[in-house]
T-cell receptor, first 114, second 113 residues
Framework: ETGVTQSPTHLIKTRGQQVTLRCSSQSGHNTVSWYQQALGQGPQFIFQYYREEENGRGNFPPRFSGLQFPNYSSELNVNALELDDSALYLC?????????????FGPGTRLTVL | GQQLNQSPQSMFIQEGEDVSMNCTSSSIFNTWLWYKQDPGEGPVLLIALYKAGELTSNGRLTAQFGITRKDSFLNISASIPSDVGIYFCAGPPHSGSARQLTFGSGTQLTVLP
């Protein structure tokens, strides 16, 4: 069974640029959630995708957007990057019809905005 | 928004000692989850609790879902060096989306040899 994978592992961007982060869900999982984890903090929910549609969103501005593909993989896009966007971005997948709150996390993408 | 308060913020213990940490909220939670995060990795689920009063073990780990549904604790018995990491409580708040997890700010555990 393949776990959740994310790419790239590290990324450096400058203010104002755009970035795309990618996530492949665990085999059999149809739901993907994205979280932002600032240094020294717990993860904060950005949004969730289920069956290719956004299925809940946290307190993040519209410049944070996402996609889910038919194979349940997902992308997180961030436009007009700001310094405060520097964080570890985590993707988590879950089986919606199973233990719905058991989300399995990938290793994350470390984004640094200069 | 919903907040989870974890305590202590950090702990330094001797190998072999038992550890206890807790998580409280001003709001009711239907589920409590405990995760561990190692440096450079994503959080890994340790224990899931689904009923008020539930006590669940996973090896040397034991967690309880508080009767008021506003708190939970995690105990680690006979700590070993690989227990080092950050422990997070998390859950979907009763009034929020069932799929949105709220995380605490974590307890950093250091095990001294």
């Amino acid at each position: 069974e393949t776990g959740v994978t994310q790419s790239p592992t590290h990324l450096i961007k400058t203010r104002g640029q755009q970035v795309t982060l990618r996530c492949s869900s665990q085999s059999g999982h149809n739901t993907v959630s994205w979280y932002q984890q600032a240094l020294g903090q717990g993860p904060q929910f950005i949004f969730q995708y289920y069956r290719e549609e956004e299925n809940g969103r946290g307190n993040f501005p519209p410049r944070f957007s996402g996609l889910q593909f038919p194979n349940y993989s997902s992308e997180l896009n961030v436009n007009a990057l700001e310094l405060d966007d520097s964080a570890l971005y985590l993707c988590a997948s879950s089986l919606d019809r199973g233990k719905y709150n058991e989300q399995f996390f990938g290793p994350g993408t470390r984004l640094t905005v200069l | 928004g919903q907040q989870l308060n974890q305590s202590p913020q950090s702990m330094f213990i001797q190998e072999g000692e038992d550890v206890s940490m807790n998580c409280t909220s001003s709001s009711i939670f239907n589920t409590w989850l405990w995760y561990k995060q190692d440096p450079g990795e994503g959080p890994v689920l340790l224990i899931a609790l689904y009923k008020a009063g539930e006590l669940t073990s996973n090896g040397r780990l034991t967690a309880q879902f508080g009767i008021t549904r506003k708190d939970s604790f995690l105990n680690i018995s006979a700590s070993i060096p690989s227990d080092v990491g950050i422990y997070f409580c998390a859950g979907p708040p009763h009034s929020g989306s069932a799929r949105q997890l709220t995380f605490g700010s974590g307890t950093q555990l250091t095990v001294l040899p």
